[in-house]
């Protein structure tokens, strides 16, 4: 499956779903409305679009969860990657940390995290 991205009002939705799943589609209008201000309208056509995507399936008016966050994070922060730093994760680094300054303890957990990925 080729990976779609979520636009910045979906991803916004997908994390009601995600917080909640599974959970009906009347509920979801209604913390839609709560939440992001949406229309029943326009939470029918995001829920839409989203099945579409294939992140989420909506049957018998109670959607699922197909794609989980971790997942779509991933792919977003992939995305990101060769978008902005041409895939370089040392140009993103230098980026991220703009001359701050980490604490040891940040340090060593960065190290760790880079280790358990090394081939």
Not at 12 to 39: C, D
Request: proline residues 3%.
């Amino acid at each position: 499956m080729v990976f779609q991205r979520l636009g910045d009002s979906e991803y916004r939705f997908m994390q009601l779903i995600w917080e909640r799943a599974p959970i009906s589609s009347g509920e979801l209008v209604k913390l839609a409305q709560e939440r992001l201000g949406w229309k029943k309208s326009t939470t029918y056509t995001v829920i839409k679009h989203l099945c579409e995507k294939g992140y989420i399936k909506n049957e018998n008016a109670t959607v699922q969860v197909l794609i989980p966050k971790e997942k779509a994070q991933q792919e977003e922060a992939q995305v990101f990657m060769e978008r902005a730093f041409e895939g370089s994760l040392p140009k993103f680094l230098t980026a991220f940390f703009g001359g701050k300054k980490i604490s040891d303890e940040q340090a060593e957990e960065i190290k760790k995290m880079i280790d358990s990925y090394k081939k």
